[in-house]
């Protein structure tokens, strides 16, 4: 793999997905068009493996990704499973002790609490995709609520989850495909889980501590995760980190504006693979999809470094023409 010679000055992007599977055409586009903007505008790009929870998360899926990135041509200048750089390690899993310290500030902070409601552990290491079902957490075991002397006491006692409170306030932010977001909080999520009662460390708390200490500056994911983003936002103003840049991707589609689902054998790239796709008919489709090119020809991601423009990409729905092969 070539190691690009980045300009540090620029700082870093990063692809960061989870290892819970092999990759299809959604974590692609995100892939794509991050390295892109990544490429044209001289930050390093990271690759970090989002493995925390231990449940879904296998090593063997982290190096099926890393092979359908070389495959596609997406090269990485950190991370990896191999962890490459400075500000390892680069898998989420390895990186429970930096949590623990960033945790800490916030506990020295005032601005959590340890909380006994059973739910708190429902899927908080995953990234909270908008499809989920999440629920507002009511505030039930906020000290106040709770009394001071009983959170203490059962604290040390009784396995918890640990809850950021939150303000009662707009977090605004501009997107460089959604545009202006305003997010309240208390009516969002309510007080969120940074840390789990079985110790894992919730997708939060982790998200912000890597980007932040990775000199990440700029964020591109998928739009499921754009009303996350004020939670970090929050984070990153409570530990006084600088925030990157964000932009959010849309969803792909298919030509019957059918979302493209995880299952569908035609969005997997090991299906594609398996029957003899190019990798250089997928980037021409997606960048087709993107509206960074104008026809969905087969291209390499190198040759349209020049074309990615965040201006280009509309918030709407992409989409997916059918495969050129
Ligand atoms: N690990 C998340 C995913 O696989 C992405 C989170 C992020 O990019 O902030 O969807």
Redesign the pocket.
């Known amino acids: 793999m070539k190691v690009m010679d980045a300009d540090f000055s620029a700082g870093a992007a990063r692809f960061?997905?989870?290892p819970s599977g092999r990759m299809h055409l959604g974590?692609v586009f995100t892939a794509l068009l991050s390295w892109l903007s990544a490429r044209r505008s001289g930050r390093r790009w990271i690759l970090r493996i989002?493995d925390l929870d231990p449940q879904r998360s296998k090593a063997e899926y982290a190096l099926h990704i890393e092979d359908d990135l070389r495959w596609l041509g997406l090269d990485w200048d950190e991370g990896g499973m191999d962890d490459r750089g400075e500000a390892g390690p680069y898998s989420q899993s390895r990186r429970g002790e930096i949590y623990g310290e960033i945790l800490g500030r916030l506990e020295r902070l005032g601005v959590t609490y340890p909380c006994f409601c059973r739910r708190a552990d429902i899927m908080a290491t995953q990234?909270p995709?908008q499809t989920d079902g999440r629920i507002v957490y009511a505030g039930t075991c906020r000290p106040e609520r709770l009394g001071y002397g009983e959170s203490r006491r059962r604290a040390v006692s009784e396995p918890h989850a640990v809850r950021i409170m939150v303000p009662d306030e707009e977090i605004c932010f501009d997107d460089r495909v959604f545009g202006r977001q305003s997010v309240a909080l208390s009516g969002h999520c309510g007080d969120f889980v940074v840390r789990r009662a079985d110790g894992a460390w919730a997708?939060q708390l982790a998200?912000v501590a890597d980007d932040a200490l990775m000199g990440v500056t700029e964020?591109v994911?998928?739009c499921d995760?754009l009303l996350s983003t004020a939670q970090q936002l929050y984070l990153y103003r409570l530990l006084g980190f600088d925030a990157p840049s964000f932009a959010h991707v849309p969803l792909l589609v298919n030509t019957g504006g059918q979302r493209l689902s995880k299952r569908d054998a035609s969005a997997s790239l090991e299906s594609l693979r398996a029957r003899g796709a190019r990798p250089q008919s997928v980037v021409g489709r997606l960048a087709f999809a993107a509206g960074i090119i104008d026809r969905p020809e087969p291209v390499a991601p190198t040759d349209i470094i020049g074309e990615m423009d965040w201006n280009r990409i509309k918030p709407q729905e992409a989409i997916l023409t059918p495969e050129i092969d």
Do not use: F, I
């Open positions: 960061a997905p989870s974590n989002e990234a995709h997708y998200v964020v994911r998928g995760l």
